[in-house]
């Protein structure tokens, strides 16, 4: 205590050096600060343009103006997509830091489950849940048939997400099991290609449908 009654705190002792594993994580970019992007890889080729991995970011949350332009929502972060791709449904409309904890939660339950990187397990899943083949409707307003099409790289990632987070919502509505660990499920069982996945089964069902339509 120094004479006029103030209380001194002794200044912290730094002698310049970092703990070793902060000095080995220096300059590189980790998801939630956990996952690392550098060795994830696409292992379909044609999605490597579509699936945003190049620019890694420390949080799922950009808040980038990818609908401003056509495809430029190719440009945003793949995790973010999936966050973003959680928010549906009326009631979960806008809430997007709920979205991120889900997936951050869901990722540490992934990570548990196969000890493996779990940005790899979601480009897998995502690969694996891609429609390669679907079918649209062509006529006009008289009779109606359709016709098999092949499905552009973008509209594949677009479904994939799509498939994967519908299966996680319907999984844990009403159920004792929380969205993370539905997700966490649905993400492990798409990337492994098991028919326990409902995005792997809503897939098969549509190439099905369009094999019959060729």
Not at 19 to 44: M, Q, R
Not at 79 to 105: D, T
Request: hydrophobic share 40%.
């Amino acid at each position: 205590m120094s004479e006029n009654g103030e209380t001194q705190v002794a200044a912290p002792v730094n002698n310049g050096v970092l703990p070793a594993d902060v000095l080995a994580n220096a300059g590189t970019i980790k998801l939630f600060n956990k996952w690392d992007y550098s060795d994830v890889e696409v292992k379909d080729i044609s999605l490597v343009d579509y699936i945003q991995l190049r620019h890694p970011v420390y949080l799922a949350h950009t808040a980038g103006r990818y609908s401003v332009k056509r495809f430029r929502k190719a440009q945003c972060p793949i995790v973010e997509r999936l966050v973003n791709s959680l928010m549906m449904n009326g009631r979960n409309n806008g809430k997007k830091l709920l979205a991120v904890r889900i997936v951050k939660h869901a990722f540490d339950i992934i990570h548990l489950l196969t000890d493996s990187n779990p940005i790899q397990v979601l480009v897998d899943a995502i690969v694996n849940c891609g429609v390669r083949e679907d079918s649209t409707r062509i006529g006009s307003s008289g009779t109606v048939r359709r016709q098999a099409v092949d499905v552009s790289p973008l509209r594949r990632v677009n479904t994939a997400i799509s498939l994967l987070t519908i299966g996680a919502r319907e999984a844990s509505f009403r159920n004792i099991k929380t969205i993370s660990e539905c997700l966490a499920e649905e993400l492990i069982n798409a990337s492994k290609g098991s028919s326990n996945s409902s995005a792997i089964k809503a897939c098969d069902e549509r190439e099905r449908v369009a094999r019959s339509n060729r």
